[in-house]
């Protein structure tokens, strides 16, 4: 009999889902938590089974005595029977115990189940390095100081030439501002001293 790629109780894959196939069993070991060798039972138990890893073997351990609980990953519904069926054939806890390398005093018949498997991780994006930001802030930020105090240092001088040129047309104001005072005074005076050198003369006569 070949199963369905999801037994009822689960809803329909959706689009780009999976479901992940397993042989499920419980075995309680005579054993500590401490002293129970996992990757010793995961080897054992996928020699037992038919194109079957240790790396296709997960264990959950709890204690009371040891509890082991076995998730045995499968390709299709069709390993997973087979799967089923070679554990199916270890009829009693003597010969597990020999095929597993442990005491079992206890184990569950294995059954198939299907659940959903999770989804593969998004790929991240590819980081900026820190190093390159740095260099392209220090980039941007040199281009603008140098930029800045270009822009500065022209406005400055042009200022300056504003003054000077004002500076040097207040002067010349100011010295032809004085010396047509200057002219017009003595203009002024000569004409006053005209008639009194006259009437010197005269006087003199």
Known sequence: MVLPPAPPSLP?????EQYKISIVFVATVDATVETFDADA????????????????????VAPGSVVVTS????????AAEIHRDAINDV??????????????????????????APSPPAQPEAAV?????????????AIGAIVGGTIGGVLVICLVTILIVKKMGCR?????????????FNTAEAKTDAPTA???RTDHV
């Open 12 to 16: 329909p894959a959706r689009a780009g």
């Open 41 to 60: 039972y995961k080897t054992n138990l996928a020699a037992l089974l038919e194109n079957v890893s240790p790396a296709d073997i997960e264990l959950d």
């Open 71 to 78: 998730r045995v990953s499968a390709s299709s519904a069709a």
């Open 91 to 116: 009829i009693s806890k003597d010969q597990l115990s020999v095929a597993l390398g442990v005491l079992v005093t206890k184990y569950s018949t294995p059954v198939v189940r299907a659940s959903r």
């Open 129 to 141: 390095p820190a190093s390159s930001l740095a260099s392209s802030t220090m980039s941007d930020g």
């Open 172 to 184: 010349k104001k100011r010295q032809s501002t004085y010396m047509n005072a200057a002219s017009e």
């Open 198 to 200: 006259q009437r010197v």
